[in-house]
């Protein structure tokens, strides 16, 4: 069936460093793959998302390529502050038509230091 | 505009005990959805809705756990009897119309802890 596979956390990073979280994928077919993110005390919430092979997703400074070749969605962003602290989810939806249903990875906590 | 509201936002209850989830979801959104989170784990699909009638209810035990969304808006999520695995964060998201690219949108989620 399909599934999304994330980089075990935590992940603990200094203010202004790389972040990169990885996200592989299984489908069959074209998925539509997408990152959450959920703020602590708050709900889920969409950060980006990327329809087709090829295509970058981006928001708040976060960036994620749909990588069909290596069947790969990495979260990437340059500099990182205290106020991108979080649980990331990646996610796809294995229904390009219709009604979408999206599958979750388990989700990685990250934490940033002043 | 108003988000996905959901309630309560926490509930304590003991095995075999009922309860029952509320949500009411991002007005004039077709599609309803409800996820059970389990601690350390993503979301996981229960049901989808589109508006009163069921799309989606494969991973939905449906021995124990039941919903309805009448007249197509607010919908409630139940359980009887709870075992103690059904401790957990119960989300509810809606979309627009359910589509492939569609963006869903979640609620704050309600922790359910079995005792």
């Known amino acids: 069936g399909n599934s999304v596979t994330q980089m075990e956390g935590p992940v603990t990073l200094s203010e202004e460093a790389f972040l990169t979280i990885n996200c592989t994928y299984t489908a069959t077919g074209y998925p539509s793959l997408f990152w959450y993110v959920q703020y602590p005390g708050e709900g889920l919430q969409l950060l980006l998302k990327?329809?087709?092979?090829?295509d970058k997703g981006s928001n708040k400074g976060f960036e994620a390529t749909y990588r069909k070749e290596t069947t790969s969605f990495h979260l990437e962003k340059g500099s990182v502050q205290v106020s991108d602290s979080a649980v990331y989810f990646c996610a796809l939806s294995d229904r390009p038509q219709g009604a979408q249903k999206l599958v979750f990875g388990q989700g990685t906590r990250l934490t940033i230091n002043p | 505009e108003a988000g996905v509201a959901q309630s309560p936002r926490y509930k304590i209850i003991e095995k075999r005990q009922s309860v029952a989830f509320w949500c009411n979801p991002i007005s004039g959104h077709a599609t309803l959805y409800w996820y059970q989170q389990i601690l350390g784990q993503g979301p996981k699909l229960l049901i989808q809705f589109q508006n009163n009638g069921v799309v989606d209810d494969s991973q939905l035990p449906k021995d124990r756990f039941s919903a309805e969304r009448l007249k197509g808006v607010d919908s409630t999520l139940k359980i009887q009897p709870a075992k103690l695995e059904d401790s957990a964060v119960y989300l509810c998201a809606s979309s627009l119309a359910g589509g492939g690219g569609d963006t869903q949108y979640f609620g704050p989620g309600t922790r359910l802890t079995v005792l």
């Open positions: 990327a329809t087709k092979a090829d």
